[in-house]
């Protein structure tokens, strides 16, 4: 199930046909919000009906071009995010001719007295093009489920049966075109659920590209991780349960095992289920897998942390925005060495017992609540560019929260998952040299879009890393690091926190669902401009660690 924070659901303009266009920029130096806004406050996220979502609409309307307007077009305002100094940001989602566009949605950008301060969208052009399709929804499906190469990993897959094809306007596979998403079902070979998003060329009848809806941590691959951490839990009945009513009412469930059937989340069966981890007294597990509920500790607990740091650190209340808490599963499957985010809940394996333990370690569930913030503001797209730049973003505040817990069982580093990893104590990935696990890559090239996302992440994961710590060597939570640049340069990072509020502005400000990395160069270079001032330290560190990647 995927959710998005609503606002102004009367705020819909259409507009009127003005032939070719140019895009409104990013607001430029000295056009962003007032400098020292991380010092001023934090980013307030607005629900329900307001007038800023109806003034966006307006001032859109009175910049046709930026809008990228054409015959049959209108935005609808979704969410709007409110700076100290009064600037709007607006998100609204685009249909043409009644259809959704896929990569259309925009964020319209206003000064305190509603001045107009540009747009930021992925669309380039106006939509042109003919919304009747030439191929069935029938072939369309019957396309979607061939046996093809890139879902020779996927068992058992059929369309969903609550979700039938749909026409949409697809505008993430370069240039626009009508095609049918076909929404499947079926089984990853490591157990992860598959719910793949086929689109398929409506009018050709060829598959453009595909989407997979699971989002995971890929590898192969008292608490267990985190020593003793206190707890908020439940009263139930004369025991108590692993449930926190201060933090939207999380909880964890012990699956025991079990596993999802394909038709989990499609017709409301065959989804694993099992108990709420509960407990005679107020204290859960032995800090051992002798005891089942210590991995539910461990998922808890990086539940507890990980809405702490949202809360603290960025303003948000939980994965939605909206003070709504979401749920663990904890002991999926059988030796399944992996955990996901669904849109829901986070569930998390077991691991192999023999290379890698159960993934509960407080990077990864910071890392699987990060996927559901993605989801609920840019929406980056879960493919491409815009899909490796969504695994940075669960990367890098997965890792932000392991410094923010300060946990000396578990000091802050920038390897992902090493608390589980039995052998070799490094993870599934590294953020300072993401080449060390052999296929992320430490530096841009035209084929990072053709990648794995867990290994184009690459990419944005060596330049956070970059603008946090800089180039050279340094040992940073008793692990030694070292990042070289890809262009000769050396880099003097501007801190953690620094860079954690640009790339969390940037995320929720300026990306949109098809956010390349070069747009994303963009949208950090707004947000330090925003967040420190045009022309300051941080934005040419900003500028200096893209280049070190090579993203111009």
Known sequence: MRRTTGIAAAA????????????????????????????????????????AARDAVAALAAHPRAALDAPGQQVRATQTMLDPSGATHVRMERTYRGLPVLGGDLVVHQGASDAWRGVSQSLDTPLDLSVTPTVAASRAAARAT????????????????????????????????????????????????????????????????????????????????GGTVPLQVAPAGSA????????????????????????CGVLGVGCATGKVVSSPTTTFGNGTTSDPDSAGVDAQYGTDVTWDYYSDVHGREGI??????????VHYGKNYVNAFWDGEKMTYGDGDGTDFGPLVSLDVAGHEMSHGVTENTAGLTYSGESGGLNEATSDIFGTMVEFYAANPADPGDYLIGEEFDLKEKVGFRRMDDPIADGSSPNCYSADTKNLDVHYSSGVGNHFFYLLAEGSGAKTIGGVA???????????????????????????????????????ARAATLSAARDLYGAGSAQESAVAAAWSAVSVA
């Open 12 to 51: 819909v303009l259409a507009l009127g046909a003005l032939g070719a266009q140019t895009t409104g920029a990013l607001a430029g130096p000295g056009e962003g919000p007032s400098a020292g806004l991380a010092a001023g406050g934090t980013v307030q996220q607005l629900d329900g009906a307001t007038g």
């Open 146 to 225: 061939a046996p093809a190469a890139d879902t020779r990993s996927i068992a058992r897959m059929e369309v969903s049966a609550d979700q039938a094809p749909r026409l949409v306007v697809d505008a993430l596979a370069g240039t626009p075109r009508l095609a049918w998403e076909v929404v499947t079902t079926g089984r990853q070979d490591d157990g992860t659920p598959s719910r793949l998003a086929s689109y398929v060329d409506a009018r050709t009848g060829q598959v453009l590209r595909r989407e997979e809806q699971i989002q995971t941590v890929d590898g192969s691959g008292q608490s267990l991780y």
């Open 240 to 263: 108590y349960e692993l449930r926190d009513v201060t933090r939207g009412g999380t909880y964890t469930v012990d699956l025991a095992g079990k596993q999802d059937s394909a038709l």
């Open 320 to 329: 939605f925005g909206d003070g709504s808490g979401s749920y663990n599963r």
């Open 481 to 519: 690091h070292r990042s070289t640049t890809c262009d000769g340069s050396t880099v003097t990072g501007i801190g953690r926190d620094q860079a954690d509020a640009i790339w969390f502005r940037a995320l929720t400000v300026y990306m949109t669902s098809g956010t390349t990395y070069s747009q």
